[in-house]
């Protein structure tokens, strides 16, 4: 895959500093790229579909995967999963030590558990010494849904406070069993509320921070959640790795996070897509156009610029700013390369020139 990491002299984003971990060969924080990552909604006891699913999500791009460990036959499954998938596999596990010691044992390339539910500092210590003996992460996620009753009694209710003071409690049970390979999330599932704690804790911890808006919500409002308040925060120089969340194929997931890592100037990984919205000037089929051109253009990890635009009263500016672009006229387009003018050609020809000239391009790069 190519260095995705787009040199933009526009983004001026200033990053926040944080402490590097790693897990397995990807690196989150300090200043390594921003990762996109997902979660497997297979049942992981079902090694098959979740390695199925994994490969389908690195072909997309995803770059972390973490899976559910409900049970100790889950927890045994990573082994085998990990033999067969090329990125960091993260055990999700909820209350049980025992569990997270499976994983470790397994060869979880990082945990997600929060050391406060895991029953006294014995269980969390050998947790803690597990990880540390094979050097890998652990990762807190505060849930807005899920706080301690005591912290929400503290503030008369659930808040970006409780949750800050409920993290940095989890960071300091692991601070003392003399663990700090630490990755942090706070996740609410409204965005202002979001924002609003990881930018309170992102003051209190030198850890990395995984960005997410969680329960978001299906394609349209997950998607829109996800850009706004992942969005806000990347922009204030927040976040080190990031998980979309949509009640969706986990693929949309990471297609999602990275349109808005994009769509900030920070990453682009394949076309950055530049289309119109057509109006009443557009002569051109264009809603199945590029449908169609995203489609079969899907596999390309280039950071190019492809537009298609609906007519020659608007379209050819953009085009001409692009990589590659089309503007389309009656019953025919005009095609464009690196700003300039290839030439004109009928309507029904024009998907293929455009697959042809963004091929031609790639491979020649
Ligand atoms: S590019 Fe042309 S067709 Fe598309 S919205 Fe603008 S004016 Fe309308």
Redesign the pocket.
Known sequence: MPDTLVKNKKNIIKRRISKEIKLGNVCVGGDAPITVQSMCNTDTRDVEKTVEQIKRLQKAGCEIIRVAIPDNEAAAAIKKIKDQVEIPVVADIHFDYRLALKAVESGADGLRINPGNIGGMKKVRQVADAAMSVNIPIRIGVNGGSLDKKVIEKYNGVCPEAAVESAVNETLILKNAGFDAIKLSIKFSDVNRTVLSYRMLSNKVPYPLHLGVTEAGSLISGTVKSAIGIGMLLNDGIGDTLRVSLTRDPVEEVQVGYEILKALGIRQLGINWVS????G??EIDLFSFVEAAEKRLAYIREPITVAV???I???PDEAKEADIGIAGGRGSGILFKKGKLLKKIPEKELLNALIYEVESLINKE
């Open positions: 119109c919205p057509t109006c000037r557009c635009m609906g007519c009263v608007n379209g």
